[in-house]
């Protein structure tokens, strides 16, 4: 044994005791943060107080961020594929004329909705999608030519289908809301959108 | 500023942030077309009229105790209103409580005036029909630090863990989108249509967004305060309604006044 090992070890040793209380500080305030949350928060129009709860994946991706340990990312990734409804008549596509409007639409869901008003996708608040509009956002990747880049077959339909149904079942803590997993968007909506990106004719791949 | 300036500026911007011109001018961002009026108008800003409002309100007695606000304590001692803004929130012993100015002023209205505290959070923001009491001492005692450097303190234990609670609560997704401030706040250069977003997480965007507000809103007509700005933010994030002054409101500002300490203030501000 020599004086580097003991050295070494005594570190070792210290750092791990030193980072218990650190650990428990850190749940302290996380416990914290939740009941503030919790109490902070009240009923407004649609938006009711319980909006604040939230799943394991919500919960994990605020903690860990980006940065989520694998096991739990491959976990919770498989758990959301597994909840994906996909349709019923194995059809993907709808009509992208529709498809176009839900793009548009960034209303839905917050207090100034009301419950009658149907929710848009929202898509152009973060995609580029088609060339004719130019007021698009940049927090997700363009979409410009999605079909022709990328194929049309089956396989890009249900992949597409698949992503906007639960964007997280592709990327755990994606900034991407789950249309249809969170009951945003419907199947028909969905298939619309699914047509958006990928119907040839759709001003996306034009 | 003249009330005929303040019109041709409000019909310059309404215009600009209507569809028509954002076909017509192609990717232009709405942040590079205001900074264009910002300069057109660098005589003055419409929220003036709201710092004036505040500064009535501040020094006309008022509550049933029939008192003026002049001997508010907003943590620089009694009185002293001067770079106060800059160094908010904080934590005040008489209250045993991190505040920020908003939550503050209630403080002094309730102890100085004897109004309702819950009163005045009834209407805590300024609509086309009535402006806002708060909002407007609240647009006032921000302009008094305006050219001030932010240096907002996490010394105390308070502060300190109130920053670590507002930097959590910045990160926390939930609601039907999955949001966070994080999903629209934790990125550089990434816009919502043309709404160009400030990523929080560095500090020039940071120190740019907030020390621009309180600020005036073009397409809304009215002054708006920082505790407006995280409401409606909090709506867009399809959130419940966080409560007027609540410490989750304060403790969110407190991580984003931090994030932004070392930049002069530069507010009242005028937006979009």
Request: net charge positive.
């Given at each position: 044994m020599n004086a580097k090992w003991i050295i070494g070890t005594a570190l070792t040793v210290s750092l791990a005791t030193l980072a218990i209380p650190a650990q428990a500080a850190e749940s302290a305030l996380d416990a914290k943060t939740t009941e503030i949350i919790k109490r902070d928060f009240r009923d407004k129009g649609i938006a009711r107080a319980d909006r604040v709860n939230q799943d394991e994946l919500q919960s994990a991706c605020s903690k860990y961020l980006d940065k989520l340990p694998a096991k739990l990312k491959t976990r919770l990734?498989?758990?959301?594929?597994?909840?994906?409804?996909?349709?019923?008549?194995?059809?993907?596509?709808?009509?992208?004329?529709?498809?176009?409007?839900?793009?548009?639409?960034?209303?839905?869901?917050?207090?100034?909705?009301?419950?009658?008003?149907?929710?848009?996708?929202?898509?152009?608040?973060?995609?580029?999608?088609?060339?004719?509009e130019i007021a698009f956002g940049t927090i997700g990747p363009s979409l410009l030519n999605f079909g022709k880049k990328r194929g049309y077959g089956e396989e890009m339909q249900r992949y597409a289908y698949g992503r906007i149904y639960n964007a997280k079942a592709y990327q755990a803590c994606a900034n991407m809301p789950r249309f249809g997993h969170m009951g945003i968007l419907s199947e028909a909506q969905i298939k619309d959108l699914v047509a958006l990106l990928l119907d040839p004719e759709s001003p996306v791949n034009k | 500023m003249n009330t005929s300036n303040v019109k041709k500026l409000i019909l310059l911007l309404a215009l600009a942030t209507s569809g028509a011109v954002v076909a017509a001018e192609g990717d232009v961002s709405d942040s590079d077309r205001i900074a264009q009026y910002r300069e057109m108008i660098s005589d003055g800003n419409p929220a003036d009229f709201d710092e004036m409002r505040g500064e009535e309100l501040w020094k006309t007695a008022?509550?049933?105790?029939?008192?003026?606000?002049?001997?508010?304590?907003?943590?620089?001692?009694?009185?002293?209103?001067?770079?106060?803004?800059?160094?908010?929130?904080?934590?005040?012993?008489?209250?045993?409580?991190?505040?920020?100015?908003?939550?503050?002023?209630?403080?002094?209205?309730?102890?100085?005036?004897?109004?309702?505290?819950?009163?005045?959070?009834?209407?805590?923001?300024?609509?086309?029909?009535?402006?806002?009491?708060?909002?407007?001492?609240?647009?006032?005692?921000?302009?008094?630090?305006?050219?001030?450097?932010?240096?907002?303190?996490?010394?105390?234990?308070?502060?300190?863990?109130?920053?670590?609670?507002?930097?959590?609560?910045?990160?926390?997704?939930?609601?039907?989108?999955?949001?966070?401030?994080?999903?629209?706040?934790?990125?550089?250069?990434?816009?919502?249509?043309?709404?160009?977003?400030?990523?929080?997480?560095?500090?020039?965007?940071?120190?740019?967004?907030?020390?621009?507000?309180?600020?005036?809103?073009?397409?809304?007509?009215?002054?708006?305060?920082?505790?407006?700005?995280?409401?409606?933010?909090?709506?867009?994030?399809?959130?419940?309604?966080?409560?007027?002054?609540?410490?989750?409101?304060?403790?969110?500002?407190?991580?984003?006044?931090?994030?932004?300490?070392?930049?002069?203030?530069?507010?009242?501000?005028?937006?979009?």
């Open positions: 990734e498989a758990e959301q594929v597994q909840s994906i409804k996909w349709p019923a008549d194995g059809k993907y596509m709808g009509d992208w004329k529709a498809g176009e409007k839900l793009a548009q639409s960034g209303r839905g869901m917050t207090w100034s909705d009301k419950a009658e008003d149907p929710a848009g996708g929202n898509c152009y608040n973060c995609h580029q999608l088609s060339a004719r | 008022g509550g049933p105790k029939l008192a003026t606000l002049e001997k508010c304590d907003l943590g620089k001692g009694a009185g002293v209103v001067k770079g106060a803004y800059a160094e908010l929130p904080r934590y005040f012993k008489d209250t045993n409580k991190v505040q920020d100015l908003e939550s503050r002023l209630l403080t002094c209205m309730s102890t100085l005036q004897g109004s309702s505290a819950e009163a005045i959070a009834a209407q805590p923001f300024s609509t086309e029909k009535k402006p806002s009491d708060i909002s407007s001492l609240a647009t006032y005692v921000a302009g008094q630090s305006k050219g001030i450097k932010m240096a907002v303190s996490v010394k105390h234990p308070r502060e300190k863990e109130a920053f670590e609670i507002g930097k959590r609560i910045f990160n926390y997704r939930a609601g039907p989108y999955d949001f966070a401030c994080s999903t629209c706040h934790a990125t550089s250069n990434v816009r919502i249509r043309m709404q160009d977003l400030p990523n929080f997480n560095i500090r020039k965007d940071a120190q740019a967004a907030y020390t621009s507000w309180p600020a005036y809103r073009v397409s809304q007509g009215l002054t708006r305060s920082f505790q407006w700005r995280l409401n409606d933010c909090f709506r867009q994030q399809r959130f419940p309604e966080p409560k007027f002054a609540s410490e989750a409101t304060i403790d969110l500002t407190m991580f984003l006044a931090v994030s932004a300490n070392g930049a002069a203030f530069a507010g009242p501000g005028l937006k979009r």
